[in-house]
């Protein structure tokens, strides 16, 4: 009796060990697919430079990343993890991309957790990790170094779910301290974990939880922390411009067909992660009307909602990922937001999670002969779905290689653009990083005298330009495209005088656009400066401070008083 108790615990022993080569298998196949990413650069003018210029990143000032608004968004503790790779590496490229592939291999491990303490298979969680963990749409948060905060807020946040279910288990109040701690971690590293009291009460749905007054009480300080964080994040993109006026007017019933239409994008990339593009548009309108497909997007969400209802009591795995993803992307969808971009890939990353539960459960019961009983289509599906696996990694793979740098990403999206929006942005960020590039070119040649280097700065001036022209063209009230193409040619005025007239059109232009735009005089002041009306100049910065400018106090004080 005693040698088969042993031989019982060295089987057990054996098979515990046997499950982990299963995530370990995954990684591997993770490092192979994503490791193009390691070799990307730093993208210059597609906010990298933005945190990794910033002074209090370059020299830790800790307290600040918790106090100010980095570009429209309040993520302290992603700020504080570039800095720590500041402090290590400086500009050194590969150590940003190397620590984001760290995260996405941490985040693979805890999916494949969750989903093993929810589900009780590792084949289904196998599956689920596996797909999250080569899915295409997940190159963005890898590959692009300013997206670290969604790598970083998925492991609190799946963290936190994980501390949840044990404590859902035992009833320890510690392990309900840790998952509140995980939470608050997870807001502070990306404002989508708003939705993390939301994902709890689907947890004790799926684990059959008795709904009482206790079981609502304990999400209360969840949700009062996403109050908080909600309200930070709207104050947040409102100092910076991302909640502001778009090329075109939607009535409120325009917005709901959008919502719609956008939530559908997200579950169509999920199954048809290809043309896969670092901007995607609002739509245009015509007549009042949007593109035809976007009054039939409503089925998708009243079919959902169907399924959610008619099968909640009978496939809670299935009626659990719905709700999963919709509550974790709901915050993102663009029904009163005005941000610039309609969607993005990056928003898919935790949110697909609830997808991955259901597509493991679906796969495992398709390979264990649950819905094919018949051996050769079993054989089949095996097959098919092995090529999707192959094809979902050449994806990822490749997906990788577009975010080298800022000209190839932006090159691809002027490349998959299809409407006038989307080639207007493309056009103007793709301007945004030839702009960068000479601007930077230009400061070299500057301060070394070196003339070739500084003529060679003008060429991408010249690209910039034209990129900008592209951008007007298609959106003709383009504001920005206005502003930043009168800003080169007012630097250009410093080699030929003749520019000025076209910057001050450009700044005339861009005030008539939008006349309450505080940044639009103090350009415009500046331009006049170079050129030695400093009275003009002053009177402009002094109604640019008025307006509300930060800047133009410090251009007062040097220049004016």
């Given amino acids: 009796m005693a040698k088969k108790n042993k031989h019982k615990e060295e089987n057990k022993a054996g098979q ?95 999916l494949w957790l969750l989903l093993v303490k929810l589900t009780g298979r590792k084949s289904i969680a196998g599956i689920g990790a596996l797909l999250f963990a080569i899915h295409p749409m997940n190159v963005e948060p890898i590959a692009w170094i300013s997206a670290r905060s969604t790598l970083l807020f998925t492991a609190f946040y799946i963290g936190g779910l994980l501390s949840y279910l044990k404590y859902t288990e035992n009833k320890k109040p510690l392990y309900f301290i840790f998952t509140l701690m995980l939470a608050l971690a997870a807001l502070f590293s990306k404002s989508m974990a708003m939705s993390f009291p939301l994902v709890l009460l689907v947890l004790d749905y799926f684990r059959g939880r008795t709904w009482n007054a206790r079981l609502i009480l304990e999400k209360l300080p969840f949700l009062l922390f996403s109050v908080i964080f909600g309200y930070i994040t709207i104050e947040a993109a409102q100092s910076f411009g991302h909640i502001t006026a778009l090329q075109y007017e939607y009535s409120l019933l325009n917005r709901f067909f959008i919502l719609c239409h956008t939530f559908f994008f997200y579950l169509f990339k999920f199954i048809v992660p290809t043309a896969l ?9 015509n007549g009042g009307m949007l593109p035809w497909l976007y009054y039939f997007s409503p089925a998708v969400p009243l079919l959902l909602i169907y399924l959610i209802y008619r099968f909640r009591n009978t496939q809670k795995e299935l009626i659990s990922g719905i709700l999963i993803f919709t509550l974790v992307i709901l915050p993102v969808l663009p029904l009163f937001w005005s941000r610039i971009f309609v969607a993005a890939d990056r928003y898919a990353y935790l949110s697909y999670t609830g997808l991955f539960l259901i597509a493991g459960y679906l796969l495992y019961k398709l390979l264990s002969g649950n819905f094919l009983k018949n051996k050769s289509l079993r054989y089949a599906g095996m097959i098919i779905l092995a090529a999707y696996i192959a094809f979902l990694m050449y ?23 299809e409407s006038k929006p989307a080639l207007a942005l493309s056009y103007f960020y793709h301007g945004n990083i030839m702009q960068n590039i000479a601007e930077t070119k230009y400061r070299e040649g500057y301060a070394s005298s070196n003339e070739a280097k500084v003529k060679n700065s003008f060429t991408y001036y010249r690209n910039a330009i034209q990129d900008y022209d592209s951008a007007i063209a298609f959106n003709p009230s383009y504001m920005l495209a206005y502003t930043n193409r009168g800003m080169i040619y007012g630097t250009m005025t410093y080699a030929n005088p003749d520019y000025w007239e076209k910057a001050n059109n450009d700044f005339n232009e861009a005030i008539s656009i939008q006349p309450d735009y505080a940044d639009n005089y103090y350009n415009k002041a500046w331009l006049f400066f170079i050129s030695g009306d400093t009275i003009a100049a002053c009177e402009l910065w002094k109604k640019a401070d008025e307006m509300g400018s930060v800047v133009a106090i410090d251009a007062l004080k040097k220049n004016c008083w």
């Fill in 395 to 417: 994806s990822s793979n490749q997906q990788c290689k577009y975010w080298k740098d800022g000209d190839t990403l932006l090159s691809r999206s002027i490349y998959l653009a």
């Fill in 277 to 285: 593009s670092p901007i995607y548009a609002y739509p245009e309108v």
């Fill in 16 to 110: 515990k060990y046997f499950a982990l080569i299963i995530p370990l298998l995954i990684m591997i196949a993770t490092l192979i697919v994503f490791n193009p990413s390691v070799d990307n650069g730093i993208l210059h003018g597609w906010d990298d430079t933005e945190y990794l210029n910033d002074r209090n990143v370059q020299e830790f000032k800790s307290g600040t990343f918790f106090s100010d608004y980095y570009l429209g968004m309040y993520q302290p503790l992603a700020v504080f993890t570039l800095a720590m790779n500041y402090q290590s590496a400086g500009d050194s490229e590969r150590a940003y991309h190397a620590s984001n592939l760290f995260l996405h291999l941490i985040n693979i491990l805890l």
